[in-house]
């Protein structure tokens, strides 16, 4: 059981390239979430979905976009790589309605030159 | 603004004692809190919860208490083992669609 996958695992970008980070999850999860964590801060939320066709913003969704449009994938647009979005990303999910456990995937590391 | 803050970045305890891991948060609205567990180069991974209606919640090894007039949660991992060694979230939720993280305290078990 594969659970939450995220590629790239790591990636370089330079100032204003736009790159999109994969999320998939194969247990049948409604909810899906993204989140980034900075160096000794905690994870913040960037945009979550409760289903394919919806999607929301969260705490600092500034810079980035999202799409829902099967049940399995949500993937992170980043349009204009900025080196404020160097951060890794995590990608989650949870079945039920709401939050309760989240399932994370191993995150993605991106830095931006 | 930080709503949810773990205000002791690291800790070290021998292996076989108690370690206290502690969490403070400012949002009265928080109804269910939570603790995660993270390896290095892994995604964190669920620990234990509780729900703003308990005072406390227990799994194994680990004990969450919850003081709501004091706004603030502790982790009790007893006894602790080298295998503990990781960073413990804690988390917080305001309503169904958000969780407020913590920025994490980093636990050595020592052999």
């Known amino acids: 059981n594969a659970g939450v996958t995220q590629t790239p695992k790591f990636r370089i970008l330079k100032i204003g390239q736009s790159m999109t980070l994969q999320c998939t999850q194969d247990?049948?999860?409604?909810?899906m979430y993204w989140y980034r964590q900075d160096p000794g801060m905690g994870l913040k939320l960037i945009y979550y979905s409760v289903g394919a066709g919806i999607t929301d913003k969260g705490e600092v969704p500034n810079g980035y976009n999202v799409s829902r449009s099967t049940t399995e994938d949500f993937p992170l647009r980043l349009e204009l790589a900025a080196p404020s979005q160097t951060s890794v990303y995590f990608c989650?999910?949870?079945?039920?309605?709401?939050?309760?456990?989240?399932?994370f995937g191993e995150g993605s590391r991106l830095t931006v030159l | 603004d930080q709503q949810v803050k773990q205000n002791s970045p690291s800790l070290s305890v021998q292996e076989g004692r108690i370690s206290i891991l502690n969490c403070d948060y400012t949002?009265?609205?928080?109804?269910?809190f939570l603790w995660y567990k993270k390896y290095p180069a892994e995604g964190p991974t669920f620990l234990i919860s509780i729900s703003s209606i308990k005072d406390k919640n227990e799994d194994g090894r680990f004990t969450v208490f919850l003081n709501k007039s004091a706004k603030h949660l502790s982790l009790h991992i007893v006894p602790s083992q080298p295998g503990d060694s990781a960073v413990y979230f804690c988390a917080a939720r305001p309503n169904n669609n958000d969780m407020r993280f913590g920025a994490g305290t980093r636990l050595t078990v020592k052999p």
């Open positions: 949002n009265s609205m928080f109804d269910y």
């Open positions: 247990m049948n999860h409604n909810y």
């Open positions: 989650a999910s949870t079945r039920g309605e709401g939050f309760g456990e989240l399932f």
